[in-house]
């Protein structure tokens, strides 16, 4: 089974948290088979154009049309266990029992031994929005701490603990 997420022109931590999160809770369950994708973390439904017999496992994705993706045809070659969001079933055609939540989530148990701080308030903007303002300069001047979403997953949660 290949893990599938999106790759942007730079890494971005909500998308990059696939290659950490998945492999420690999901050991030795990847390879580059991509007869069989796996689609986690992220709005990564209707991004791919995989081949019809290519079977996709989706585990908490979203699907948002405005990023101008074409809407699946959810056929036997999808195994949906659930989606991120009550918008996401909706559009899908699927239960609203399948809108448990963000996989992202199962980040907890993966942390709860590193210690946290609390040094500091943080502002993290959404990967996207980073070009779009001079974000370090505004937290230094508002006294936070800047978490730039486009560092290292482990950066970046080394930052969070701290917040």
Known sequence: MKLIYFKGHKPNFGDELNCWLWPQL??????????????GIGSIIGMHN?????HKVVFGAAYVPEYRRVKPDLSENWDVHFV?????ARLLGLPDDMAIGD???LLA???????????FVSFMPHWESVARGNWQKVCEIAGINFIDPCGSVETVLSQLLRT
Do not use: H, M, S
Not at 50 to 54: A, G, K, L, V
């Open 84 to 88: 991120r969001g009550p918008r996401t």
């Open 50 to 54: 995989f081949p019809d017999d290519t």
């Open 26 to 39: 999901l050991p030795d369950f990847f390879d580059d088979d991509a007869q069989i994708v796996f689609l």
């Open 109 to 119: 148990p993966l942390l709860k031994n590193r210690p946290r701080t609390g040094e």
């Open 103 to 105: 996989p992202a989530i």
